[in-house]
């Protein structure tokens, strides 16, 4: 199992939505800055969002267990093997992120149980 990293690329904020339906003073996300990286293989990293988790988890999964030499979808999303653009799923303020596959390998820390 590799290790997959994850680039922060862009917070956003759909200004028309948010004016409708979010909280007074909402932002872009609070919790991710662009340009923050992350490595991941089967376990969220610290500090990055449980939401934003959720809705990347599959993609890094598949990344992590050798899909960096496909590319997904038959080739129609992205055209280059081994990453993915992803999104989490806050419709008001999603985060952008890149998830890329690397050589690195992924370590496995966990305590036995006796």
Not at 38 to 43: I, K, N, V
Request: proline share 4%.
């Amino acid at each position: 199992m590799k290790k997959v990293k994850i680039a922060i690329l862009q917070t956003t904020l759909n200004h028309e939505l948010a004016k409708e339906y979010g909280a007074e003073g909402l932002t872009a996300c609070p919790m991710m800055k662009e340009g923050q990286v992350f490595y991941a293989d089967y376990a969220k990293p610290n500090g990055f969002c449980d939401e934003a988790w959720k809705a990347i988890y599959q993609y890094v999964f598949a990344l992590a267990h050798g899909a960096e030499n496909n590319v997904f979808y038959y080739g129609d999303w992205i055209r280059k093997p081994g990453v993915a653009i992803c999104s989490c799923n806050d419709g008001l303020r999603p985060v952008i992120m890149k998830l890329e596959a690397t050589r690195e390998e992924a370590e496995i820390n966990y305590t036995p149980i006796k």
